[in-house]
């Protein structure tokens, strides 16, 4: 059994608020939670749930709360953890308890300006409406952190050394609490031995505000997340235009070409949406001159999972990867072939049509290939 060194080395803080080991951590599944709003970092550090995540770990099997991983790994897909001990493996042989908190990732607030598909009122502002016609579900509005945050964080990670910064979209979300803490690692030096990573939607261009900042870090990692291109990726990143994306994607390709310590990537979540196509997106970031996409599925809702497809289009969908010139298109194939969650095909097809009629919209027709196979066709 592999070990993870999350639970010990990094702080998570979701777009609610959530305190947890890492962002694809299921908290769920523990009666013990903690959230920046009620709980002090020092709690969820000291606490029960933390202790018992780190003893699984130290015995050899999984935590309930990492399936996530487990589900990944198992079926061959590089997971989280997997990834973080490539990126990490000199820091991790290295690391002591004392050194506490080295890397982290904090979503200041959920404010955004998209509201795509697979996304809900917990990391974007811009679905409480559309949630709430549709669900019957109203959620207030977000505003966990306050002007102490900046302060907090930067005394439980004196040792920083990467800082993941999502959303909402983190370049509208909590702009100023995020410069305050950045403009800390700034004065006292701690800057240049530090990495940033952005995951951005691409439609809001950063001002040179965040440039100045920037060039007193070690580097920048802008992740752009895209799940699809042309009227695919309008209809999954709603209500986000095209042409918008692609200009500033070409901005921030000549921002990379000018500044020694930007570098950038892209993010694609995998789901029953576009699990179709994969190749089709490789293709696009290869001849624009972006590098090849992480990918990451979707596991909740279920119903828009990759795996949430009937066994006619799943047959289909394996047959179009396995072709790819891609391995990491391939390895898609997979999961496809053995997680099964075509029981929750209908309800894929109910919210599809839901949201469809609700943004005025058609599936079938943006996505041609396997609209055919909605509704068991």
């Not at 590089?78 to 308890?97: C, F, V």
């Not at 047959?315 to 969650?341: G, M, R």
């Not at 943006?366 to 509704?375: A, L, Q, S, V």
Request: net charge negative; glycine share 4%; hydrophobic share 30%.
């Amino acid at each position: 059994m592999p070990y993870c060194y999350a639970p010990r080395t990094n702080l998570d803080v979701s777009p609610t608020g959530d305190i947890t080991p890492c962002c694809k951590f299921r908290v769920e599944y523990y009666s013990e939670k903690f959230n920046i709003s009620t709980n002090t970092l020092d709690d969820y550090k000291n606490s029960k749930m933390l202790a018992e995540v780190k003893q699984d770990f130290n015995n050899n099997s999984w935590p309930k709360g990492c399936e996530r991983c487990r589900i990944e790994e198992e079926n061959n897909i590089p997971s989280k953890r997997q990834l973080d001990w490539d990126r990490w493996k000199d820091n991790y042989t290295n690391y002591a308890d004392k050194d506490g908190f080295i890397t982290s990732s904090v979503a200041f607030g959920n404010v955004c300006n998209l509201k795509c598909i697979t996304c809900n009122p917990n990391s974007s502002s811009r679905w409480y409406q559309e949630y709430k016609d549709i669900y019957g579900i109203a959620t207030k509005p977000l505003r966990y952190f306050n002007e102490t945050l900046p302060n907090k964080l930067a005394e439980i990670m004196p040792n920083l050394i990467h800082m993941d910064i999502p959303g909402g979209e983190p370049f509208l979300s909590g702009i100023n609490e995020q410069q305050e803490l950045l403009t800390y690692y700034c004065e006292t030096g701690k800057s240049s031995n530090i990495t940033l990573h952005y995951t951005t939607n691409g439609v809001v261009f950063p001002g040179d505000v965040w440039w100045d900042l920037w060039k007193n870090f070690k580097e920048i990692d802008l992740q752009i997340s895209i799940d699809g291109i042309n009227k695919r990726y309008e209809y999954i990143r709603y209500p986000a235009e095209w042409g918008v994306l692609y200009e500033n994607t070409q901005q921030y390709l000549i921002k990379e070409q000018l500044l020694d310590n930007i570098r950038l990537s892209v993010s694609h979540t995998v789901s029953a949406y576009n699990i179709f196509y994969l190749d089709e997106f490789f293709t696009w970031c290869k001849q624009i001159g972006l590098p090849k996409p992480w990918l990451g599925g979707v596991h909740t809702p279920v119903f828009m999972r990759p795996t949430v497809w009937n066994t006619k289009a799943t047959q289909f969908i394996c047959k179009h990867l396995a072709a790819s010139e891609y391995n990491e298109v391939k390895e898609w194939t997979s999961l496809l072939k053995h997680v099964n969650d075509d029981e929750h095909f209908d309800m894929f097809c109910t919210r599809l049509k839901q949201h469809d009629n609700y943004r005025k919209l058609n599936f079938a027709n943006i996505f041609e290939e396997i609209g055919c196979y909605i509704d068991g066709v």
